[in-house]
């Protein structure tokens, strides 16, 4: 990148640079100047919250349960683990009888799973101790299919939609109730949260704030449903915004029309990565696509997107 490139505006809404855990400490050492570092699973949540005391500068803690980790959680207190399993788990595989154990088998090599309370007030907790914190990443995937805990490979197991969605609102409430904004995993699933807010809205159940689609990868129509008014209803409204990233948006030939069909005061940009090495070149890869989309020079849309995210994230400029 050029040396005048304006690095002291670049806001990452979306990362799990964490992930490697070897070289945190090179979290200091981005050029990206605010990272919004995503928990996603209950070993990961403390990692986030310490490193958002290390770097309290740069990075953003964002606390949640991610779709692919849900089935670990229980809406019980007390949960009988086969029974919990066997509830929510379902085998998408061929239907042969040589394969008739397939699901309990796999069931047989997952851990405990945590109790309702366990998880809930963890993530709770989190909330309370880190003001400036969001939700995220949380949402709903039709289409992953659980890793076998043995070969580390793709099973033919999922989590049910319907366990998915309990999950997830149990985590909306907690968003509402603090008043927090949401970095929203959706695949394949745009049509089941936009039925979940409209249900929300009309049943006068709480919202978050605001929510971000992030690394969007569905309709150029969705994006207009979703911006064309604020979702409302006496009172209960949510401002939905989308994000996007190299990492995964950049193989959508259609790309550039989702760029151009968020409002501009809609749009957020991310790298979705997993590592602090590499971070940077993501970061201004987005910065360079969402430009040329857009016409815009790369300055005007780090300071756009700056605006956004400090908007979104619930600070002041």
């Known amino acids: 990148m050029e040396a005048n490139f304006p690095w002291s505006g670049t806001c990452d809404a979306h990362t799990h640079a964490h992930d490697d855990v070897a070289h945190l400490e090179e979290i200091t050492n981005l050029k990206t100047n605010k990272i919004c570092l995503m928990g996603t699973r209950f070993e990961d949540l403390d990692v986030v919250s310490k490193l958002a005391t290390d770097f309290q500068m740069k990075v953003i803690p964002c606390f949640g349960f991610h779709p692919w980790f849900c089935h670990l959680l229980s809406l019980e207190n007390e949960p009988e683990s086969k029974i919990h399993y066997r509830t929510i788990l379902k085998d998408i595989g061929p239907k042969d009888p040589s394969r008739s154990n397939y699901l309990e088998e796999f069931i047989d090599s997952l851990p405990s799973p945590k109790p309702f309370d366990t998880w809930h007030n963890k993530l709770e907790n989190l909330l309370e101790t880190h003001p400036n914190s969001l939700l995220g990443e949380v949402g709903l995937d039709k289409t992953f299919r659980l890793r076998d805990q043995k070969s580390k490979q793709l099973s033919k197991v999922q989590t049910t939609m319907q366990h998915q969605t309990a999950i997830f609102e149990k985590q909306l409430d907690l968003a509402a109730k603090y008043q927090r904004a949401v970095s929203m995993h959706c695949v394949q699933s745009t049509g089941a949260i936009t039925e979940l807010l409209n249900r929300r809205i009309n049943e006068q159940k709480p919202l978050p704030p605001r929510i971000c689609l992030h690394s969007f990868g569905g309709s150029v129509d969705t994006i207009r449903a979703l911006t064309k008014q604020k979702k409302k209803k006496e009172g209960v409204s949510v401002d939905i915004y989308f994000s996007f990233s190299v990492v995964i948006n950049d193989k959508y030939d259609r790309l550039p029309d989702l760029i ?46 700056r605006k956004n995210f400090i908007k979104f994230i619930g600070e002041t400029i």
Request: proline share 4%; net charge negative.
């Open 260 to 305: 151009k069909a968020v409002p501009e005061d809609r749009l957020l940009i991310e790298t979705d990565y997993h590592s602090p090495f590499g971070l940077d070149h993501y970061m201004a890869g987005i910065i360079k696509l969402v430009s040329e989309a857009r016409e815009w020079t790369e300055e005007a849309t780090v300071e756009k997107t």
